[in-house]
């Protein structure tokens, strides 16, 4: 029997990894899949608290997780592609127009 | 049983999410990314998420992570992008940052605060079971997000236009 803070450690760990990734990665795309990791992290914490309260609002929770990431991806997406045709680049230190 | 999959595909799953942050090719990155939500998905099941686990493949392995491939491939980028080491001072401060993250979390959890688990119902985890909560109880948090939807959909096509 796998106990619940088996899950949470395994969550917190693939948590950590995206932030990492999205701190050092530079590739806007690269780091908008970080983000993903990190949504999919939290995810996996959700699941696993539903399963060891026995109460699957955890699931309903994950699936408006996985709405709002499927539309967070379609409008971040557009964006970059957006971006690429002005800049030519995806590389987020360049990307500074909105900086001033 | 559950344990030796829960190791197996655990690992999997960290390794894989290791490659994403490490590959120079943003395509080997997405790769890699598909494998770590399978990896999720088969975790679900061992939840007793069935409902959640398909969701998972279906929609994040395979329609969002498409349209990951899709804009990469899209987008033609020279090697000259994945190829560059610059601030590399500031990777190892975000490299840092992320561990001591890490090393907090852990110990949040270490604190032995949780209850013993309560035994699961007949039916968890079915298709049944989250169609009945989200048809009632969280009925209109379902509605909004069909409006969320809806909203990212014309978001996404204007941003996208050739002229924008």
């Known amino acids: ?100 | 049983m559950e344990s030796f999959l829960f190791y197996i595909f655990g690992g999997i799953a960290v390794a894989s999410a290791l490659l994403v942050v490490t590959r120079r090719n943003a395509v080997g990155s997405a790769i890699f990314l598909i494998l770590c939500f399978f990896c999720l998905g088969v975790l679900y099941l061992l939840l007793q998420a069935h409902f959640v686990a398909v969701i998972q493949v279906l929609v994040y392995a395979g329609a969002i992570m498409v349209l990951f491939l899709f804009v990469i491939m899209l987008l033609n980028l020279s090697q000259i992008e994945f190829g560059r080491i610059r601030n590399l001072a500031l990777k190892v401060l975000g490299a840092a940052l992320g561990v001591v993250l890490l090393i907090n979390i852990l110990g949040a959890i270490n604190r032995p605060q949780l209850s013993e688990g309560v035994p699961l119902s007949e039916g968890f985890g079915g298709t049944a079971q989250v169609g009945m909560l989200l048809f009632s109880k969280y009925l209109i948090p379902f509605e909004v997000a069909s409006v969320l939807l809806l909203a990212a959909i014309v978001g996404a096509i204007i941003l996208a236009r050739r002229e924008f």
Do not use: P, Q
């Open chain 1, 1 to 100: 029997m796998v106990s619940v803070e088996h899950y949470l450690i395994l969550s917190g760990i693939l948590f950590a990894i995206g932030v990492i990734g999205v701190l050092t990665r530079r590739n806007a795309i690269i780091v908008f899949m970080c983000i993903e990791l990190m949504l999919n992290a939290v995810n996996l914490s959700f699941v696993a608290f539903a399963r060891h309260f026995n109460d699957m609002s955890g699931h309903i929770f994950v699936f408006m997780i996985m709405t709002v990431a499927a539309a967070e991806a379609a409008v971040g997406l557009a964006i970059i592609l957006a971006i690429f045709r002005n800049r030519e680049t995806v590389d987020v230190d360049e990307i500074n127009i909105m900086k001033w």
